[in-house]
């Protein structure tokens, strides 16, 4: 099998997401660095323009956004599953909620108190990323409302493990838990384990602590042109097609572009591969990296004719 392959950057939560993914299930994988702001030269052949951290590669296939990316560690590496049988649906779901709800509240709590020492590059980057100017005034003024629903939102997963339950879902980490401690390490991180609304919530932080233990797995770094090169040298495995009865009445083989719903509204165009409840994925061809299929999850991305 083809070696795992990282893109990301240290301070990116939603990479953190990954890397403690890889730990719970022991696994070994490549670092590649990228840069945390536009351009991304060895990463946009890769993915054909997506531009949000992380994005995980194995050979010639790419995936794009952390939920493609935990289903495929599933599919792949079924010890410690991050999905188990019978808790799939809550941990999936508990998973959408952290990253369109709660992460957003966290990103408003350390930005409040933080964007004003950031340099000027940065918001430029965030602020085209977004669709909205980057406003460290205005965050920071926002930031007790922030703070609020972040306390208000980390309150169930405190409910969830008033009964002593090592994890979230029961006594072994699910997706929910990698999903919830996203947030939580960003504020962590970036401000302290004591940071309010942190200081409340401390059969939270305790969890957290022990989601800490599990660590990273074992990783060795790789450069952005190395990566290429892998892809380059590979094939991509057989996509697993398209549902013929999919309400979007798309078919296999049609030049579709892919796009997130949120942020960094950059679409990806190609040949559509696959195409079901969880899953899109598109063929295409770059000059520098090959032949690739780019996976990306169904929710929270709009796949359209192009």
């Not at 990954?18 to 990228?34: D, M, N, Y």
């Not at 430029?124 to 007790?144: E, M, V, Y």
């Not at 990806?268 to 591969?273: E, P, Y």
Request: glycine fraction near 8%.
């Amino acid at each position: 099998m083809a070696d795992i392959i990282l893109h990301h950057y240290p301070t990116s939560p939603y990479a953190e997401k990954v890397r403690l993914a890889f730990g719970i299930k022991g696994l070994t994988w490549k670092s590649v660095i990228i840069p945390n702001i536009m351009p991304k030269p060895d990463l946009m052949p890769l993915t054909g323009g997506y531009r949000k951290t992380p994005v995980m590669q194995i050979g010639a296939d790419i995936f794009c956004d952390t939920q493609i990316i935990m289903r495929e560690l599933d599919r792949r590496f079924a010890p410690m599953p991050l999905m188990p049988a019978g808790l799939a649906g809550i941990a999936e779901a508990l998973s959408f909620w952290a990253d369109r709800t709660l992460f957003w509240a966290a990103v408003g709590v350390v930005m409040g108190q933080i964007a004003d020492q950031l340099p000027d590059a940065f918001k430029k980057d965030r602020s085209a990323f977004s669709g909205r100017d980057f406003d460290a005034a205005a965050l920071k003024k926002t930031t007790p409302f922030a703070r609020d629903q972040l306390y208000a939102s980390l309150s169930h997963a405190e409910a969830m493990l008033a009964d002593k339950r090592p994890y979230l879902l029961g006594e072994q980490p699910t997706l929910a838990d990698v999903a919830v401690y996203n947030p939580v390490w960003f504020v962590r991180q970036r401000l302290s384990p004591a940071a309010p609304p942190m200081d409340r919530l401390p059969l939270l932080g305790e969890w957290a602590t022990r989601m800490t233990r599990f660590g990273h797995g074992v990783n060795s770094e790789l450069s952005g042109p190395d990566a290429l090169e892998i892809a380059r040298a590979a094939s991509p495995d057989t996509p697993a097609g398209v549902d013929a009865n999919d309400p979007s009445g798309l078919k296999a083989g049609a030049s579709v572009a892919v796009t997130p719903d949120d942020t960094g509204k950059i679409p990806v165009k190609g040949q559509l591969a696959t195409l079901n409840a969880h899953e899109i994925a598109v063929r295409r061809t770059d000059e520098k990296a090959g032949e690739l299929v780019v996976h990306f999850p169904r929710a929270g991305y709009v796949v359209t004719a192009a």
